[in-house]
């Protein structure tokens, strides 16, 4: 009984300490974008101007893949369109 306790105990503590550890690496990955955001926020109030297609950058507004891990997925019902109409 004891050694099962002892057990729970230390799988518990694990899972605690490897949320800590994720949450850590969240929040370092959103100052890190806020940073580069801020820049870009600088950048465009000091030249004043609106950008089009051919100067714009695209590649700043991709997502980021170390984050996708973290998004929960989305369970989506059967959706009939005709019990719309009923």
Avoid: C, W
Avoid at 16 to 23: Q, V
Avoid at 61 to 74: G, R, T
Wanted: aromatic share 12%; hydrophobic share 35%.
């Amino acid at each position: 009984m004891k050694k099962i306790l002892i057990f729970v105990l230390l799988l518990s503590s694990f899972a605690y300490a490897s949320d800590k550890a994720s949450e850590k690496q969240r929040d370092k990955r959103a100052k890190e974008q806020l940073k580069i955001e801020m820049e870009k926020e600088k950048k465009y109030s000091r030249e004043q101007t609106f950008y089009n297609e051919n100067n714009y950058d695209f590649k700043g507004a991709e997502v980021n893949p170390d984050s996708l891990h973290s998004i929960e997925a989305i369970e989506v019902d059967d959706f009939n369109i005709d019990s719309v109409y009923d």
